[in-house]
């Protein structure tokens, strides 16, 4: 039943409407820059230098979209995420199940031990500098390795897969047991089928952070052939800015030209950037809010 059909005083209509409003603005404030990212990569580069983009395309043109199909490094950091996401990923997954399951189980006796260890290193570390001479030292530098291996688990994404793996019923372990099933058959054919929420959630934590990695490509990678596409979209919209002191004797109508498409190129890499794990999202979202509940609360 509508909450406004109901019985209330004067007051609670009036909270009610003010709480509606001010839903409605943050509303307004959070979507409206996405709107206009959206609507600027679909105008003319005039228009978006010139400010006319306010809500809708203003002479609409795809200029922006060719020039990132068209341009190599963009392509290259493209491919370079998408491997770089869906291969550490794949192992961020099965080395989160295979820490967090016999973490899990009561009948591992080194569990609290290990469980704090894992804790500890959540709240210290060995900084920047001794990080990068170990990775040195592993020969990963400037590797593809490199962007895979150091991310490869999250603590705290462990204790949530524990969680979840201790509410499942006991009684399934035991009458695997009972049936001659082994611990690797006992995760794989009963544990894992009843685990899609949690593993979605893990698959959508680390994609994300994959998708979104950047500092550690700063740090050691060398190669152009190497670099994701978020260390691309960073010198496209932070390095690549026009020095003043460099428009002696540059043609007006040219240089305007350029700065044009390199504002509309801007805003359409941030929409081909987005546009993976927004369609990557509607097919796990059924299992996301069950999956962070359950993790959540230990049973």
Same mark, same amino acid.
């Given at each position: 039943?509508?909450?406004?059909?109901?019985?209330?005083?004067?007051?609670?209509?009036?909270?009610?409407?003010?709480?509606?409003?001010?839903?409605?603005?943050?509303?307004?404030?959070?979507?409206?820059?996405?709107?206009?990212?959206?609507?600027?990569?679909?105008?003319?580069?005039?228009?978006?230098?010139?400010?006319?983009?306010?809500?809708?395309?203003?002479?609409?043109?795809?200029?922006?979209?060719?020039?990132?199909?068209?341009?190599?490094?963009?392509?290259?950091?493209?491919?370079?995420?998408?491997?770089?996401?869906?291969?550490?990923?794949?192992?961020?997954?099965?080395?989160?199940?295979?820490?967090?399951?016999?973490?899990?189980?009561?009948?591992?006796?080194?569990?609290?031990?290990?469980?704090?260890?894992?804790?500890?290193?959540?709240?210290?570390?060995?900084?920047?500098?001794?990080?990068?001479?170990?990775?040195?030292?592993?020969?990963?530098?400037?590797?593809?390795?490199?962007?895979?291996?150091?991310?490869?688990?999250?603590?705290?994404?462990?204790?949530?897969?524990?969680?979840?793996? +201790? *509410?499942?019923?006991? %009684?399934? &372990?035991? !009458?695997? @047991?009972?049936?001659?099933?082994?611990?690797?058959?006992? #995760? $794989?054919?009963?544990?894992?089928?009843?685990?899609?929420?949690?593993?979605?959630?893990?698959?959508?934590?680390?994609?994300?952070?994959?998708?979104?990695?950047?500092?550690?490509?700063?740090?050691?990678?060398?190669?152009?052939?190497?670099?994701?596409?978020?260390?691309?979209?960073?010198?496209?919209?932070?390095?690549?800015?026009?020095?003043?002191?460099?428009? +002696? *004797?540059?043609?007006? %109508?040219? &240089?305007? !030209?350029? @700065?044009?498409?390199?504002?509309?190129?801007?805003?359409? #890499? $941030?929409?081909?950037?987005?546009?993976?794990?927004?369609?990557?999202?509607?097919?796990?979202?059924?299992?996301?809010?069950?999956?962070?509940?359950?993790?959540?609360?230990?049973?």
């Amino acid at each position: 039943m509508n909450v406004y059909n109901r019985r209330m005083t004067r007051q609670d209509r009036l909270f009610l409407l003010a709480n509606d409003i001010f839903l409605f603005l943050i509303l307004l404030v959070v979507l409206y820059p996405l709107v206009y990212v959206v609507s600027a990569s679909f105008s003319s580069p005039s228009a978006v230098v010139t400010g006319k983009v306010w809500l809708f395309p203003v002479e609409p043109s795809l200029a922006g979209y060719k020039a990132v199909f068209s341009n190599k490094s963009i392509m290259t950091g493209y491919a370079n995420t998408l491997f770089y996401t869906i291969a550490g990923t794949m192992l961020n997954v099965i080395l989160t199940i295979a820490a967090a399951y016999p973490l899990a189980r009561r009948d591992f006796k080194p569990r609290n031990v290990i469980m704090m260890i894992f804790a500890f290193t959540m709240f210290f570390g060995g900084g920047i500098i001794p990080t990068y001479i170990l990775i040195k030292n592993l020969g990963l530098i400037d590797t593809r390795w490199v962007m895979i291996l150091p991310q490869a688990l999250s603590v705290f994404n462990i204790i949530i897969t524990r969680t979840f793996f +201790q *509410n499942t019923p006991s %009684e399934l &372990l035991e !009458a695997s @047991q009972i049936d001659g099933c082994s611990d690797m058959r006992y #995760l $794989i054919s009963v544990l894992l089928p009843l685990s899609k929420p949690i593993i979605a959630v893990m698959a959508l934590f680390y994609s994300v952070m994959h998708w979104n990695a950047f500092f550690d490509a700063l740090l050691y990678l060398n190669s152009d052939n190497l670099r994701p596409l978020q260390l691309v979209l960073r010198e496209i919209l932070v390095v690549n800015s026009i020095d003043v002191s460099m428009m +002696q *004797n540059v043609n007006i %109508e040219e &240089l305007a !030209a350029r @700065q044009g498409l390199s504002e509309l190129l801007k805003y359409s #890499l $941030i929409i081909i950037a987005s546009v993976p794990l927004l369609l990557f999202y509607p097919f796990i979202q059924r299992f996301f809010v069950k999956g962070v509940m359950i993790g959540a609360i230990k049973g």
